[in-house]
């Protein structure tokens, strides 16, 4: 049985701090986040803070720029060895109003220094989250008007470009508002995707393809995941993380897919209430850790990890 080995807070201000993710880079934990005035507000930076293995900071970094909130960063690691840093750009102009949003990606060659920003994709298509197969990056991206999700693949230091149009929505699945997601690739290629939705059932969407990506099969969860994170542990066990709504209340929890029978198994919740969840994973040997934030303590939204043990 999966056990909370510790959970601490590694980030807790006057601020409003969420919208988490975590990577190992050169044998280094880096958790990302986003830092604000509010859980939506035009001033959002990016954070990202390098933590030893007990959760003590080491070093700190933060990214923000004019009149843009950089929200949901996420950090994942290229063919190539660079870490890179995804966000989503919400531009304003000098009165504050919303022009439009856009993904933009930084890059680190040692895990020390950043480059400037590289906007890339489509203006008002939130891409997600990316993951790296054979040397491209894959990724779901989705805008709330059109009830839809597009498969992008590509460099996102150079360019992305869609793949597959309208891989799950409204219109073509009579599923509405699909939106946050993340892709797992086995070793044959085959891809495993969850979807979150937030319409009609709001339960979240279990997606398989087979290369090239461009023909996908869905099954209902029948459980609401909110900002949902995926780790390949085993062969046909996947660790999945995210929001949970159990008992009129949001908490942040841990699944177990098993790819074959399509099923998940709840593992367990971390300690977590109110404004809460969207986690990111590690693994270290045997040990899985999770960054995510919480306002559980005093009703103020703080950074914390996670260390799990005894995952079977």
């Known amino acids: 049985m999966a056990i909370i080995n510790w959970t601490i807070p590694v980030w807790k201000n006057l601020k409003h701090n969420a919208f988490t993710d975590l990577c190992e880079y050169a044998g280094q934990l880096y958790c990302c986040f986003r830092e604000a005035s509010n859980h939506v507000s035009s001033d959002g930076r990016i954070i990202i803070v390098k933590l030893d293995e007990k959760g003590h900071q080491k070093q700190i970094w933060r990214i923000q720029l004019n009149k843009v909130d950089l929200r949901d960063p996420k950090l994942v690691i290229d063919p190539q060895g660079k870490l890179i840093l995804l966000a989503y750009g919400r531009r304003f102009d000098q009165n504050d109003a919303w022009l439009h949003s856009q993904p933009i990606c930084w890059f680190s060659n040692d895990g020390a220094s950043w480059s400037g920003e590289h906007w890339f994709g489509i203006k008002n298509w939130w891409l997600w989250r990316l993951t790296y197969h054979k040397n491209q990056a894959y990724g779901f991206a989705y805008n709330r008007r059109a009830q839809s999700i597009h498969l992008f693949k590509g460099d996102p230091l150079r360019t992305m470009l869609i793949h597959k149009h309208n891989v799950l929505g409204l219109d073509t699945h009579g599923l509405g508002y699909p939106n946050e997601s ?110 995510y934030y919480s306002s559980h303590l005093d009703n103020r939204s703080a950074i914390y990890l996670s260390k799990i043990t005894n995952i079977e």
């Not at 993380?241 to 709840?266: D, H, M, V």
Request: proline content about 5%; aromatic content about 10%.
């Open 182 to 291: 993340d892709i797992c690739f086995d070793v044959d290629g085959s891809a495993t995707a969850i979807v979150r939705r937030d319409a009609d059932s709001f339960s979240a969407q279990l997606g398989i393809s087979k290369p090239p990506y461009s023909h996908w099969q869905w099954h209902d969860l029948d459980d609401y995941i909110g900002a949902p994170a995926m780790l390949q542990w085993s062969k046909n066990t996947i660790i999945v993380a995210g929001r949970i709504y159990r008992k009129q209340r949001l908490k942040t929890a841990i699944w177990e897919l098993n790819r074959q029978t399509k099923k998940l198994n709840l593992l367990l919740e971390l300690p977590s209430s109110g404004d809460n969840s969207y986690p990111g994973l590690v693994r270290k040997n045997e040990d899985l850790f999770v960054s």
